[in-house]
């Protein structure tokens, strides 16, 4: 009757290491994908992060000031369809401008003029909000505030 306690109490005791090995093994094997998912975030967001979108008055070789966005492409590959949405225009505030930019090389920047009107409010450099495609051809969004959002990441739910 003793042998059967111990045995009872083996095949216990071994059960239980080997659920404790599956569960260890299990969170292991979790916190390897997540990094995993971490990295290849990191890699997918690594261009977008280096595009950057300010309004900055500079003079003209004639003397007057003028007023220009300003796009800066840090990484090593180009960007598409580059956008800078405009505040609204109109006294209905429904329409919204575009000022559309087309490609910026890797390493570059380009310049393109800001309305006239900016110029009376302009005080210092201020960042604007850009819409661009990466080389892979990922949509990203960057606002006034510096944040990088992905158009899959702020596309609304679906109902």
Do not use: C
């Amino acid at each position: 009757m003793g042998s059967d306690w111990v045995n009872a109490a083996a095949s216990v005791f071994s059960a239980l290491g080997t659920v404790g090995a599956f569960v260890v093994g299990f969170v292991l094997l979790r916190r390897e994908q997540n990094r995993e998912a971490e990295r290849a975030e990191d890699e997918r967001r690594s261009q977008a992060a280096r595009i950057s979108a300010w309004v900055e008055a500079y003079r003209k070789p004639d003397g007057t000031r003028e007023l220009a966005f300003h796009i800066h492409n840090a990484s090593d590959m180009p960007i598409y369809e580059v956008e800078l949405p405009l505040p609204e225009s109109s006294s209905t505030g429904d329409d919204r401008d575009v000022e559309f930019v087309g490609m910026v090389p890797p390493g570059q920047t380009i310049r393109r003029p800001a309305p006239v009107a900016w110029l009376r409010s302009y005080v210092n450099p201020e960042p604007i909000e850009i819409e661009f495609l990466d080389s892979a051809g990922r949509r990203w969004s960057r606002n006034e505030q510096g944040s990088l959002v992905s158009a899959v990441e702020s596309l609304p739910d679906p109902l």
